[in-house]
């Protein structure tokens, strides 16, 4: 089996540097025959001369192998797709002749896991990297009727990705690499953290949305090297991206979710440089998903767009560089070796030739902005695009700060999650009031008047809340009685759910505004106005449910300052309380399965007097591995997560150790994600045609307005 | 309640950042000091160094080799009443600057936080720059016999075009 994975390595690098060296040469001479036969043109006078027919044989051919690339370019994928099922058939075979297999499978690991080792370790994952690559690739070179000299151009840029990884999977990091001496008769086995459902989809979708963002760079690239005029790129490229950064966002909170659900910590997000490394391409892809909109209606920002989306491909392989290179130290790097030299190089060999072809051709992208006020939407984008770039400049910062000190001063130093807290949640929170402000700015110009007449209402229910917030008694909830005077974290929490309401009113002050103008003149109820309202324009009414998510999450977030936790030994009747919550251990035992033995303790959960759950937190002892792992038990509610860890056995008495969580509002976060997604999800839907009213002829119906349907 | 608009619109954003600030400053400096809560904030400005990279009070292993003693340590400074950079510092010597969760606003370390700031600050200056050049832009000539739309006529269009493409 090694051998036809090897194989298939092989024959795609084969194919993909056929397809991009054969892509180049027919877009070259394409370029060359068309110019040439314009000049024989001009200079026969119109009529087809030899040479000009010579020229036109050599542009037929050119295109013949522009075919056989985007050709080939297809069958990479199927090379690509047979090398990855290849290594899963190995792991359902136990093949442990597989160093990759020996090393990240065992016999005694269930089915799900040993599908999931494809992306579990180092090899693995950089072929399911290169096989999304290829997968996006069939996609875009099927598809390349829509331009196909534009799709060309991306296909080589694509190609050329490709060759980039297949290299480092054929000579750097090969997972078909064969165990030497001796076969062991079973796997070191799965890292335990990896081993939870979670982990099954978590990589395949950051994957999908790290990868995806290479499809809008080669048509950005494309776009460049071409010249391209106009727009069309942006167009054709938006609904990719908008897929991929769905992909990347459930990615992140997946992983937030699985370490909230895995690690035991209690938390969901640490500021690892890993962690980091995914939210830097989420910061600048979200921000080009606004700035592009400048360049679609008005023709502005197409510099800044080329480079936004070069930066958040280059992000995406930079986060893979830290991940696997070891040159900052996180506890999450699953990997340490030497490809982080070839991720470096492809890293500059990108920035030069995306460098090269922005300045060679950057006259091209050159356009005349005009704004006529500064309280404009444009402007609004302007400021968004600089907050998102600077959220995404700190935690680059903060990623690398530990390396540059130790440049400058000789030693390392932590940069964790006060510093982010410090400096990252103040930007964000001048986020949140341009996410309120931007929706209610008129393209060109918006008188104030206009500003301040929609503004009012949302600004003062806000003020509402926050004084709500702060006289409540803090016994109606985690949220309530909130002093910002007490503690910095709480000015901040007080400050991003109040906004948080802000964004809330405007956004649904939006959805009302024009929701009553489709039933003043259709006379259809609100709701049913409101759902038409979205279909007429799903990208802008999606995006404002997409805010509203956001929205949530943040309000999520705000829950951190309330947490509290616990930390007890519990014998048998022992008694724990925290917050509203009394936990009674009723009992502890031990059990034995195939592929780990676990400890986990009963506990009666009370709340007033009343018995409300029991909770069985685990800690897992995997046999293969040798490594133990946690598995909180959670009560989830919208006001909080009771949350509690199983920490070990006192060794004296056999006690277990618990630790119990109170975390404020984060089932916030989760359902956030949801309304985001689907908000994307509108977004992503056509439009549907407008309804106009015309007057009908005079002869037909005297009286009477018909309703008809436009085109698109 | 539109007057309190009114005399909102027309202070100076300036005025407005200097309130926020001084708000966040006086907050930041208004913390609780009684031991418990130092212990959780300060245990929150450290880490554990058994090379599990987490916050000390968050370490969640039994049997880590390190973070029960230096909470005990943390427990001793604070009921002795140590200062908060005391703490910090005789931390810094026994166990290195790595056992801070952040950087320290001393030396080469308040780079960390100053250029972020410095960046946004130069962004913004910035932005309004480019938006001040673009908004001075002279408008294209017209074509003879056509006169630009202005005032009213012009809000006009407006009202309807947003009508007609936005809804």
Same mark, same amino acid.
């Given at each position: 089996m090694a051998e036809i994975g090897s194989f298939a390595l092989l024959l795609a690098l084969a194919l993909s540097a056929y397809s991009f060296i054969a892509g180049i040469v027919a877009l070259a001479f394409q370029s060359r025959a068309s110019s040439s036969l314009s000049l024989a043109l001009q200079g026969s006078g119109g009529v087809v001369s030899s040479e000009s027919s010579f020229i036109t044989t050599l542009r037929r051919g050119s295109e013949r192998m522009g075919e056989t690339a985007r050709r080939a370019g297809i069958a990479t994928f199927a090379a690509v797709l047979l090398a990855s099922v290849v290594l899963v058939i190995c792991a359902f075979r136990d093949d442990f002749s597989i160093a990759y297999i020996l090393h990240h499978s065992n016999r005694d690991l269930p089915g799900p896991y040993k599908f999931a080792v494809l992306w579990s370790g180092q090899e693995g994952s950089l072929l399911f990297w290169s096989l999304l690559l290829a997968a996006y690739g069939f996609v875009l070179r099927l598809r390349y009727k829509t331009d196909a000299r534009l799709f060309a151009y991306a296909s080589v840029v694509l190609s050329g990705v490709q060759i980039f990884f297949l290299l480092l999977l054929n000579f750097a990091a090969h997972p078909f690499a064969i165990v030497e001496g001796t076969i062991p008769a079973d796997g070191n086995g799965l890292?335990?953290?990896?081993?939870?459902?979670?982990?099954? %989809? @978590?990589?395949?979708?950051?994957?999908?949305?790290?990868?995806?963002?290479?499809?809008?760079?080669?048509?950005? &690239? *494309? #776009?460049?090297?071409?010249?391209?005029?106009?727009?069309?790129? %942006? @167009?054709?490229?938006?609904?990719?991206?908008?897929?991929?950064?769905?992909?990347?966002?459930?990615?992140?909170? &997946? *992983? #937030?979710?699985?370490?909230?659900?895995?690690?035991?910590?209690?938390?969901?997000?640490?500021?690892?440089?890993?962690?980091?490394?995914?939210?830097?391409?989420?910061?600048?892809?979200?921000?080009?998903?606004?700035?592009?909109?400048?360049?679609?209606?008005?023709?502005m920002l197409k510099m800044w767009n080329m480079w936004l989306v070069f930066a958040t491909f280059w992000l995406a392989i930079l986060g893979t560089f830290l991940t696997r290179s070891g040159i900052i130290s996180s506890v999450h790097a699953f990997a340490q070796s030497s490809i982080g030299d070839w991720f470096a190089w492809f890293l500059c060999i990108t920035l030069v030739v995306f460098v090269f072809f922005f300045f060679k051709n950057k006259s091209h992208l050159r356009t005349e902005h005009k704004l006529e006020s500064l309280v404009s939407r444009e402007s609004s984008f302007l400021f968004n695009n600089l907050l998102f770039v600077l959220l995404c400049f700190t935690v680059l910062w903060g990623t690398w700060f530990p390396k540059i000190s130790e440049l400058v001063q000789g030693n390392k130093v932590t940069v964790g999650a006060p510093f982010y807290n410090r400096v990252a949640i103040p930007v964000a929170l001048l986020l949140l009031i341009l996410t309120a402000v931007g929706p209610l700015l008129a393209w060109r110009k918006t008188s104030l008047e206009s500003l301040k007449r929609n503004?009012?209402?949302?600004?003062?229910?806000?003020?509402?809340?926050?004084?709500?917030?702060?006289?409540?008694?803090?016994?109606?909830?985690?949220?309530?009685?909130?002093?910002?005077?007490?503690?910095?974290?709480y000015f901040y929490s007080l400050m991003a759910i109040?906004?948080?309401?802000?964004?809330?009113?405007?956004?649904?002050?939006?959805?009302?505004?024009?929701?009553?103008?489709?039933?003043?003149?259709?006379?259809?109820?609100?709701?049913?106005?409101?759902?038409?309202?979205?279909?007429?324009?799903?990208?802008?009414y999606g995006g404002y449910i997409v805010h509203f998510g956001v929205v949530v999450v943040i309000i999520g977030f705000a829950g951190a300052a309330f947490n509290q936790d616990k930390e007890m030994e519990m014998g048998y009747g022992d008694k724990m309380t925290i917050g509203p919550y009394t936990l009674i251990c009723r009992s502890y035992t031990d059990d034995d399965a195939p592929n780990y033995a676990s400890e986990w303790a009963v506990l009666d959960v009370y709340k007033g007097g009343k018995q409300i759950d029991t909770m069985t937190p685990v800690r897992r002892f995997y046999k293969a591995s040798q490594q133990t792992?946690?598995?909180?038990?959670?009560?989830?509610?919208?006001?909080?997560?009771?949350?509690?860890?199983?920490?070990?056995?006192?060794?004296?008495?056999?006690?277990?150790?618990?630790?119990?969580?109170?975390?404020?509002?984060?089932?916030?976060?989760?359902?956030?994600?949801?309304?985001?997604l689907i908000g994307t999800g509108l977004a992503l839907i056509p439009n549907a045609p407008a309804p106009v009213r015309v007057a009908a002829p005079a002869r037909l119906k005297p009286t009477q307005a018909e309703s008809v349907v436009t085109g698109d | 309640m539109s007057r309190l608009f009114h005399s909102i619109s027309t202070r100076s954003a300036g005025k407005l950042l200097g309130t926020f600030l001084l708000c966040v400053a006086v907050f930041a400096l208004l913390g609780a000091s009684d031991p418990a809560t130092r212990f959780t904030e300060i245990g929150h400005q450290m880490?554990?160094?058994?090379?599990?990279?987490?916050?000390?009070l968050e370490c969640n292993h039994v049997g880590c080799p390190a973070s029960d003693g230096m909470r005990n340590e943390l427990m001793a400074a604070v009921g002795r009443g140590d200062s908060d950079s005391l703490v910090e510092q005789s931390f810094v010597q026994k166990y290195g600057p790595t056992v801070l969760a952040a950087p320290t606003t001393r030396g080469f370390d308040r780079a960390a936080y100053i250029i972020p700031f410095v960046a946004l600050i130069l962004g913004f200056g910035l932005i309004v720059l480019v938006i001040r050049a673009w908004k001075n832009r002279p408008t294209p000539a017209l074509a003879d016999g056509l006169s630009p739309v202005r005032g009213a006529?012009?809000?006009?269009f407006r009202d309807q075009a947003r009508k007609e493409t936005d809804l």
């Open positions: 890292n335990p953290l990896l081993q939870y459902p979670e982990m099954v %989809i @978590h990589p395949p979708m950051l994957y999908l949305g790290y990868v995806g963002f290479t499809i809008p760079f080669a048509f950005a &690239l *494309g #776009a460049l090297i071409m010249k391209y005029p106009g727009e069309k790129w %942006i @167009h054709i490229t938006r609904r990719w991206t908008m897929v991929t950064w769905a992909f990347l966002t459930c990615g992140v909170f &997946l *992983g #937030a979710h699985w370490a909230y659900s895995v690690l035991g910590w209690g938390g969901y997000w640490g500021w690892d440089p890993v962690e980091n490394a995914s939210l830097m391409p989420w910061l600048t892809g979200t921000a080009f998903l606004h700035s592009v909109m400048m360049q679609e209606k008005r023709g503004f009012m209402w949302p600004t003062i229910g806000a003020i509402a809340v926050a004084i709500f917030l702060m006289i409540t008694p803090q016994s109606w909830g985690s949220a309530f009685g909130l002093k910002p005077w007490q503690d910095i974290s109040s906004l948080s309401v802000l964004v809330t009113l405007t956004v649904a002050s939006e959805f009302y505004r024009g929701g009553r103008v489709i039933s003043k003149h259709t006379g259809q109820g609100m709701f049913a106005s409101m759902v038409q309202l979205t279909h007429r324009n799903t990208r802008r792992s946690t598995m909180p038990d959670i009560r989830s509610s919208l006001n909080e997560d009771l949350y509690i860890v199983f920490e070990g056995l006192n060794q004296d008495n056999g006690h277990p150790i618990l630790k119990a969580h109170l975390n404020a509002l984060v089932m916030w976060i989760w359902m956030g994600v949801w309304i985001m | 880490m554990c160094i058994c090379g599990c990279n987490q916050i000390l006529a012009l809000e006009q």
